[in-house]
């Protein structure tokens, strides 16, 4: 019992863990819609996005998350403008964004000689080092996301089926996807910073994923999502405690197991209902037809 409990004694494993569980929170909400429409490179897009305004801000000495919201605005922005230009398919527009940030990110970056270590910090995150402002400023992304989630459930949930019956519903459809990619981008921005841009995409999908064959209702994937990546939280801190190993990749990590434990569940289950429901049945008996009856 000691080897569960140790670890969490100490105050900044404590600190990680409530915040693990608020950017599970946060990346329930986001990430079923993500998963439920297929925008899972578009959420990698996003995160990487980032880097540009990131990295202004820490050469100016100003704070990185204000550059994180003005980079993910601006993909936000792109976004939805390229996705209404008729000859160019979303992915296209989706990846050249995604080129052109990471590239000006990238030339930011190697114009100071001092940047690797907070280059590091953008792409890993440090889970361990949360402090308690981290934990409000968290709290207050969670309250606004599920704000947003509320409000827009309908048209979200309409937009993730067809987009023609959300325009018939009178539901506005680009209105709903622009404001469902600030959703995600709040998520992504909110997060960045605790797991890391290359590790976020770990609890933004896989929890939801993982929760899909097993819940009804897009509610009832994001309580699961959410209840996952608490899970894959507390057994990521515990294994790296122990182990010695990056606390926010263990934790990512973790939930991507926790993907492929949950669907090769689900397939389990399928056989076996599917093999129960034949020997229900029982044998199926062709008719043969005789000479008499032709």
Same mark, same amino acid.
């Given at each position: 019992?000691? #080897?569960?409990?140790?670890?969490?004694?100490?105050?900044?494993?404590?600190?990680?863990? #409530?915040? %693990?569980?608020?950017?599970? &929170?946060?990346?329930?909400?986001?990430? $079923?819609?993500?998963?439920?429409?297929?925008?899972?490179?578009?959420?990698? =897009?996003?995160?990487?996005?980032?880097? *540009?305004?990131? +990295?202004?801000?820490?050469?100016?000495? %100003?704070? *990185?998350?204000?550059?994180?919201?003005?980079?993910?605005?601006?993909?936000?922005? !792109?976004?939805?403008?390229?996705?209404?230009?008729?000859?160019?398919?979303?992915? $296209? %527009?989706?990846?050249?964004?995604?080129?052109?940030?990471?590239?000006? !990110? @990238?030339?930011?970056?190697?114009?100071?000689?001092?940047?690797?270590?907070?280059? $590091? !910090?953008?792409?890993?995150? /440090?889970?361990?080092?949360?402090?308690?402002?981290?934990?409000?400023?968290?709290?207050?992304?969670?309250?606004?996301?599920? @704000?947003?989630?509320?409000?827009?459930?309908?048209?979200?949930?309409?937009?993730?089926?067809? /987009?023609?019956?959300?325009?018939?519903?009178?539901?506005?459809?680009?209105?709903?996807? =622009?404001?469902?990619?600030?959703?995600?981008?709040?998520?992504?921005?909110?997060?960045?910073?605790?797991? !890391?841009?290359?590790?976020?995409?770990?609890?933004?999908?896989?929890?939801? =994923?993982?929760?899909?064959?097993? +819940?009804?209702?897009?509610? %009832?994937?994001?309580?699961? &999502?959410?209840?996952?990546?608490?899970?894959?939280?507390?057994?990521?801190?515990?294994?790296?405690?122990?182990?010695?190993?990056? &606390?926010? =990749?263990?934790?990512? &990590?973790?939930?991507?197991?926790?993907?492929?434990?949950?669907?090769?569940?689900?397939?389990?289950?399928?056989?076996?209902?599917?093999?129960?429901?034949?020997?229900?049945?029982? *044998?199926?008996?062709?008719? $043969?037809?005789?000479?008499?009856?032709?």
């Amino acid at each position: 019992m000691e #080897w569960l409990t140790a670890p969490f004694e100490v105050a900044f494993v404590q600190r990680a863990l #409530w915040a %693990g569980v608020l950017v599970s &929170a946060i990346c329930a909400l986001a990430g $079923t819609w993500v998963v439920l429409r297929g925008m899972a490179f578009l959420g990698d =897009a996003m995160s990487h996005g980032l880097l *540009p305004g990131v +990295a202004i801000a820490a050469l100016l000495g %100003g704070n *990185p998350l204000v550059g994180a919201v003005v980079s993910a605005a601006v993909m936000t922005a !792109g976004v939805t403008a390229l996705g209404r230009t008729p000859r160019l398919s979303q992915d $296209t %527009g989706i990846g050249l964004l995604f080129v052109g940030m990471l590239s000006l !990110g @990238v030339i930011i970056v190697s114009r100071s000689q001092s940047f690797a270590v907070d280059l $590091t !910090g953008f792409l890993f995150g /440090d889970v361990l080092a949360v402090r308690e402002s981290d934990l409000l400023l968290l709290a207050v992304a969670l309250l606004l996301a599920l @704000v947003v989630s509320v409000l827009g459930h309908r048209a979200f949930l309409a937009l993730a089926f067809d /987009d023609r019956k959300a325009e018939t519903l009178g539901l506005r459809p680009r209105v709903a996807h =622009a404001v469902l990619l600030g959703l995600l981008a709040l998520a992504i921005v909110a997060t960045f910073h605790i797991v !890391g841009t290359l590790l976020v995409l770990g609890l933004l999908i896989a929890p939801p =994923a993982a929760a899909l064959p097993w +819940a009804r209702g897009v509610s %009832g994937v994001m309580a699961l &999502a959410a209840l996952l990546g608490a899970t894959s939280t507390f057994g990521g801190l515990l294994l790296s405690w122990h182990l010695s190993t990056a &606390a926010g =990749a263990t934790v990512s &990590a973790l939930a991507v197991s926790l993907f492929f434990l949950s669907h090769l569940a689900s397939a389990i289950r399928h056989r076996r209902r599917t093999h129960l429901s034949r020997s229900a049945a029982g *044998p199926v008996h062709i008719p $043969t037809t005789r000479p008499n009856d032709i």
